[in-house]
């Protein structure tokens, strides 16, 4: 299970992503661009995945993931967080942010990583 907050964590402790409250619930953002939302209650998420991705993740976990409403065509994946294993989940969203975010900023976030690797 993977907490509201959890959720919130994983997304906002990447390079210069920001929370911003968008249809009345929280969406996460790089640069102006989504890569992640969660609804109201903080039970369910949607996360920026590519269509091949979303359909995996469905065929494996039908009780867990779900294409998203509205940009599911995209291969957003809708995933209920209470059914998630939240490494996964940590994942999908770091992937997310590094489809999302200019290649100079993966390449800087890369270079932390591994700086605080060693």
Known sequence: MLS???FRDVALNLLESEE???WGHPTFRVRDKMFAAMDG???RATVKTTPEEQQALVASAPEVYAA???VGRYGWVSVDLRLADPEEIG???REAWRRTAP???V???DAAESRSAQ
């Open 4 to 6: 509201a907050e959890d």
């Open 20 to 22: 911003v409250e968008t």
């Open 41 to 43: 209650d903080g039970h």
């Open 68 to 70: 998203a409403d509205y």
């Open 91 to 93: 994942e999908l969203v």
């Open 103 to 105: 290649q100079r900023l």
């Open 107 to 109: 390449s800087m976030h």
